[in-house]
Every structure is written in structure tokens, then in C-alpha cells.
């Protein structure tokens, strides 16, 4: 008794390190994503005393149109800034960012810059290879104080819940500096991804296994068994449709998995469904041949 107490225990202490290594793994990823995302990084700042500097933030990849929104806030450095704590510019200047079209911004002095909505088109990738698209984007930035061309440095973060947007180089070139990044998925939207290809597998091959048994086994229609292979055939359906960043229909996911899972789960059916009827009128034929002569037999002797 005392050794089935100690080898009960050594199994609880298993299943609760376990459970702990696999939950602070989880909250390790989850950590190192949200401080990877919430970092800024500073591209291109200039040397001049006098500069404007853009804090990009990225927000709203739309990977089916094929574009990404950039939020552009300003800010003055030097004596382009009439009250640095508040941002105010001491002057007008005007803003120019060149992407999918021509965006100007015209700051009024004494006031800080309004947000400005930039529209950037994405390029070199394709939608249908989720979750493994990727893209790239380029922006060009320029300013003008009058007739005088201003310096402009940038400083870039991502709040794409979906994507991940990484600038790979900044640089100025003839008084415009220009942004090249490039556009990924997030680590928690290809974990899900892959956890939904596994789980389609899983669910497939469960069903069709199912079906095996019940077709060698000369089963007939076994309704707790057909409802549970029809209820995973529209449950796929469910789970394919709420992948992260809404893929288009017939995209890598669906090949690899979905298309396969859901004929995989229709024709196990299928084929229960009608060995089950077969075998279903064969006994009914059996008990109704039987059934005449049983009741002959019993039948009592007339007088």
C-alpha cells in the first residue's frame, strides 16, 4: 500500500513540474514578445542642432490590400521647437512623406503637429503563403523650413497585434531620409498557425480511425459515432476561419491541412454511413425472414 502511495505521489510531483515547466515557458514567450514589441528604435537621427524628428508608428497591416498604415507624429529639435516639453513647433514647416502616395503636413507655430495618417504599400510577398507571408515596405521623408531643407530623423514601433513590422535600414540620401522595413506574422500567430495544422491532423486521422473500427467491426449506424464525425466536419470549418489575420480562402494553411482534414472527415463518413446502412438492412432482412417461421411455431394447434 505504502509503495502505491509513494508511486501515486511521484506521479502528482511529475504532472505538477510538468504543468509548471510547460506554464512558465509560456509566460517566458509571452514576456520576451511584448518587450521585443514594445521596443522603439531610433534610425538615421542627424547631427544638426536643428532637426524634426518623426515618431513612426506602425499600426494595421492589411495583407490582402496590401497595406500598412503608418502613424507620423512630429517633433521639433533646436530652434525649429518653441516649447520642447510640449512639442510645439516655433515655425511652420512642412512635412513630406512619399509611399503608396504623396502625404504634406504644414505645422502652424506655437502649436504641437497633429498625428499624420500615412498609407504604405507592401511589396515582394503574398497573401495566400500564410502564415509564412512576408512583405517589405519603403517610405521617403522630407522637410522644409521655407525654402531651407530641415533634417529629419526617425524613430519607429510597432503596434501591430498581428504583424511584425521591423525597419532594416534608415538612411538619408540628398536631404530625404528613407525607410525600408520588413513585414512579418508575430510568434503567437505562427504558434497558433501550426497548432491549428496539428489539430486538424489530429481530428482527421481520429475520425478516420473511428471509422475504421466501425466498418471492420461490421457496426451499423452507430449515431452517437456519426454525430461526433459530422459535428469535427463543421467544427474544422470554425477553427480554419478563426485563424489570426484572416487569411483568404486557399492559402498555404488550407493546403497543407484544412482541404486534406475535411475530405479526410467527409469520406470516413461516408463510407461508416453506408457500411452502416448495408449492415442495418441486412439485420432488419434477417429479423423479418425470421421472423414468419418463429411464430408458425409458436402457433398453437387447432382443436
Same mark, same amino acid.
Given at each position: 500500500?505504502?509503495?502505491?502511495?509513494?508511486?501515486?505521489?511521484?506521479?502528482?510531483?511529475?504532472?505538477?513540474?510538468?504543468?509548471?515547466?510547460?506554464?512558465?515557458?509560456?509566460?517566458?514567450?509571452?514576456?520576451?514578445?511584448?518587450?521585443?514589441?514594445?521596443?522603439?528604435?531610433?534610425?538615421?537621427?542627424?547631427?544638426?542642432?536643428?532637426?524634426?524628428?518623426?515618431?513612426?508608428?506602425?499600426?494595421?497591416?492589411?495583407?490582402?490590400?496590401?497595406?500598412?498604415?503608418?502613424?507620423?507624429?512630429?517633433?521639433?529639435?533646436?530652434?525649429?521647437?518653441?516649447?520642447?516639453?510640449?512639442?510645439?513647433?516655433?515655425?511652420?514647416?512642412?512635412?513630406?512623406?512619399?509611399?503608396?502616395?504623396?502625404?504634406?503636413?504644414?505645422?502652424?507655430?506655437?502649436?504641437?503637429?497633429?498625428?499624420?495618417?500615412?498609407?504604405?504599400?507592401?511589396?515582394?510577398?503574398?497573401?495566400?503563403?500564410?502564415?509564412?507571408?512576408?512583405?517589405?515596405?519603403?517610405?521617403?521623408?522630407?522637410?522644409?523650413? @521655407?525654402?531651407?531643407? /530641415?533634417?529629419?530623423? %526617425?524613430?519607429?514601433?510597432? &503596434?501591430?497585434? #498581428?504583424? +511584425? *513590422?521591423?525597419?532594416?535600414?534608415?538612411?538619408?540620401?540628398?536631404?530625404?531620409?528613407?525607410?525600408?522595413?520588413?513585414?512579418?506574422?508575430?510568434?503567437?500567430?505562427?504558434?497558433?498557425?501550426?497548432?491549428?495544422?496539428?489539430?486538424?491532423?489530429?481530428?482527421?486521422?481520429?475520425?478516420?480511425?473511428?471509422?475504421?473500427?466501425?466498418?471492420?467491426? @461490421?457496426?451499423?449506424? /452507430?449515431?452517437?459515432? %456519426?454525430?461526433?464525425?459530422? &459535428?469535427?466536419? #463543421?467544427? +474544422? *470549418?470554425?477553427?480554419?476561419?478563426?485563424?489570426?489575420?484572416?487569411?483568404?480562402?486557399?492559402?498555404?494553411?488550407?493546403?497543407?491541412?484544412?482541404?486534406?482534414?475535411?475530405?479526410?472527415?467527409?469520406?470516413?463518413?461516408?463510407?461508416?454511413?453506408?457500411?452502416?446502412?448495408?449492415?442495418?438492412?441486412?439485420?432488419?432482412?434477417?429479423?423479418?425472414?425470421?421472423?414468419?417461421?418463429?411464430?408458425?411455431?409458436?402457433?398453437?394447434?387447432?382443436?
Amino acid at each position: 500500500m505504502s509503495l502505491r502511495r509513494r508511486l501515486a505521489g511521484s506521479r502528482f510531483t511529475l504532472v505538477a513540474v510538468l504543468l509548471a515547466v510547460l506554464v512558465g515557458t509560456g509566460i517566458g514567450l509571452y514576456l520576451n514578445e511584448r518587450n521585443t514589441r514594445q521596443q522603439t528604435r531610433e534610425l538615421a537621427v542627424p547631427a544638426a542642432r536643428d532637426w524634426v524628428e518623426l515618431d513612426i508608428t506602425s499600426q494595421d497591416v492589411d495583407a490582402a490590400a496590401q497595406q500598412l498604415n503608418l502613424y507620423v507624429v512630429p517633433v521639433p529639435h533646436g530652434r525649429l521647437a518653441a516649447d520642447p516639453e510640449t512639442g510645439a513647433f516655433a515655425r511652420e514647416v512642412e512635412i513630406t512623406v512619399e509611399s503608396a502616395k504623396t502625404t504634406v503636413l504644414r505645422t502652424t507655430p506655437g502649436r504641437a503637429a497633429a498625428p499624420l495618417l500615412v498609407q504604405a504599400n507592401l511589396y515582394d510577398g503574398t497573401v495566400t503563403d500564410y502564415p509564412f507571408d512576408r512583405y517589405g515596405v519603403q517610405a521617403a521623408f522630407s522637410a522644409k523650413d @521655407g525654402a531651407r531643407s /530641415v533634417p529629419v530623423g %526617425l524613430v519607429f514601433g510597432d &503596434a501591430d497585434a #498581428f504583424f +511584425l *513590422v521591423r525597419p532594416t535600414s534608415g538612411f538619408t540620401d540628398s536631404g530625404t531620409t528613407l525607410m525600408e522595413a520588413r513585414v512579418t506574422r508575430t510568434r503567437s500567430t505562427f504558434i497558433l498557425a501550426w497548432f491549428m495544422i496539428a489539430a486538424m491532423w489530429a481530428l482527421a486521422l481520429a475520425v478516420l480511425a473511428g471509422a475504421e473500427v466501425l466498418y471492420r467491426g @461490421g457496426q451499423g449506424l /452507430v449515431w452517437p459515432s %456519426l454525430g461526433w464525425m459530422a &459535428a469535427t466536419l #463543421f467544427a +474544422l *470549418v470554425g477553427m480554419r476561419n478563426a485563424a489570426p489575420g484572416a487569411p483568404p480562402i486557399g492559402s498555404l494553411i488550407d493546403y497543407v491541412a484544412f482541404f486534406w482534414a475535411e475530405a479526410i472527415i467527409a469520406a470516413g463518413l461516408t463510407v461508416t454511413v453506408v457500411a452502416g446502412t448495408r449492415v442495418e438492412h441486412r439485420t432488419r432482412a434477417a429479423a423479418a425472414a425470421a421472423s414468419p417461421a418463429s411464430e408458425v411455431r409458436a402457433a398453437p394447434a387447432d382443436p
